[in-house]
């Protein structure tokens, strides 16, 4: 019964090509995020959506576009994969407004060759 | 512009001493705090919080220290266990800004028996 969970774990691709990432969180939080943890390790927002409303947009390019089905899912699907997408990606969760923790995915490692 | 910082990229310590992490920040926005675990291959895990009301937070083997005049929080973790290697980041957050955190670099805490 994972709480935050996100697929693939690994993911390898060729450059130009479009992949989508899952996350699905079962805590019933209402705010679910998109990180990305590049080779430095730094863990940088992506994006933010508040019950299926994006609210953060962290100056990503347009070729990353997250679609919020239900409060429980957040998809992150990139378009045209360039060699500096690759990265690990984080699905997160919280409730939004109580400063509380987020709640973290295992991860996606997207390789792009 | 780096808002939190995490200067130290790794610690050493002996089992059963204090495992000290610092971490800095810039924004006085800030006004909670989080310390998140990370192994590798597996999502960060939160560990402990501190809002910028207190000065200390303890749980158990693990405190919180904050400094706000100086911008300045510590994790003090004693006695210090073997299973607490792993990297360690601080958060930070505002109020004001839709459960967004800033992550420091982390730290790669290393206890060694």
């Known amino acids: 019964d994972t709480a935050v969970s996100q697929t693939p774990k690994y993911l390898v691709t060729q450059m130009g090509n479009d992949k989508s990432i899952k996350c699905e969180q079962n805590l019933g939080h209402d705010t679910m995020y998109w990180y990305k943890q590049d080779s430095k390790k730094f863990l940088k927002i992506m994006f933010s959506y508040n019950n299926k409303e994006l609210i953060i947009n962290e100056t990503v390019p347009n070729r990353f576009s997250p679609k919020s089905p239900d409060k429980a899912h957040l998809n992150l699907h990139i378009n045209s994969l360039e060699l500096g997408d690759s990265a690990v990606y984080f699905c997160?969760?919280?409730?939004?407004?109580?400063?509380?923790?987020?709640?973290f995915g295992q991860g996606t490692r997207l390789t792009v060759v | 512009d780096q808002q939190v910082k995490q200067n130290s990229p790794s610690l050493s310590v002996q089992e059963g001493r204090i495992s000290i992490l610092n971490c800095d920040y810039t924004n006085s926005m800030f006004d909670y705090f989080l310390w998140y675990k990370k192994y590798p291959a597996e999502g960060p895990t939160f560990l402990i919080s501190i809002s910028s009301i207190k000065d200390k937070n303890e749980d158990g083997r693990f405190t919180v220290f904050l400094n706000k005049s100086a911008k300045h929080l510590s994790l003090h973790i004693v006695p210090s266990q073997p299973g607490d290697s792993a990297v360690y980041f601080c958060a930070a957050g505002a109020s004001n800004q839709g459960g967004k955190l800033i992550f420091g670099q982390g730290t790669e805490l290393s206890v060694k028996p």
């Open positions: 997160a969760s919280s409730n939004r407004g109580l400063n509380t923790e987020a709640f």
